[in-house]
């Protein structure tokens, strides 16, 4: 099995900086890469960056240029650096990791970000 656990979130304003943190524990060879999805009230959970085990990154067009994902591979633990936020960003940010053998993902339970204007 595996945990992922994250840290970070909390209250800042539009234009703002804030570092979430998400740390996998457990059967970390299970996973084959991580990333970071969000939720905002009354919408569906979307997809915000990912980095393959090879690094290699990927982002939702609403995030690039402002959101940095990154990990460190001997901590098992990623990270998503978010400047210039906008109040559009307010949402439930969670940590996740695709199953390497089979379907499905792990998921973390989830830290808040708002972004006052």
Same mark, same amino acid.
């Given at each position: 099995?595996?945990?992922?656990?994250?840290?970070? /979130?909390?209250?800042?304003? %539009?234009? &703002?900086?804030? =570092?979430?943190?998400? #740390?996998?524990?457990?059967?970390?060879?299970?996973?084959?890469?991580? /990333?970071?999805?969000?939720? %905002?009230? &009354?919408?569906? =959970?979307?997809?915000? #960056?990912?980095?393959?085990?090879?690094?290699?990154?990927n982002?939702?067009?609403?995030?690039?240029?402002?959101?940095?994902?990154? =990990?460190?591979?001997?901590?098992?633990?990623?990270?998503?650096?978010?400047?210039s936020?906008?109040?559009?960003?307010?949402?439930?940010?969670?940590?996740?990791?695709?199953?390497?053998?089979?379907?499905?993902?792990?998921?973390?339970?989830?830290?808040?970000?708002?972004?006052?204007?």
């Open positions: 099995q595996v945990q992922l656990v994250e840290s970070g /979130g909390g209250l800042v304003e %539009a234009g &703002g900086s804030l =570092r979430l943190s998400c #740390a996998a524990s457990g059967s970390t060879f299970r996973i084959a890469g991580m /990333g970071w999805y969000r939720q %905002a009230p &009354g919408k569906q =959970r979307e997809l915000v #960056a990912t980095i393959t085990n090879g690094g290699a990154t982002y939702a067009d609403s995030v690039k240029g402002r959101f940095t994902i990154s =990990r460190d591979n001997a901590k098992n633990t990623v990270f998503l650096q978010m400047n936020l906008k109040p559009e960003d307010t949402a439930v940010y969670y940590c996740n990791a695709p199953k390497r053998f089979g379907d499905g993902n792990y998921w973390g339970q989830g830290t808040q970000v708002t972004v006052s204007s």
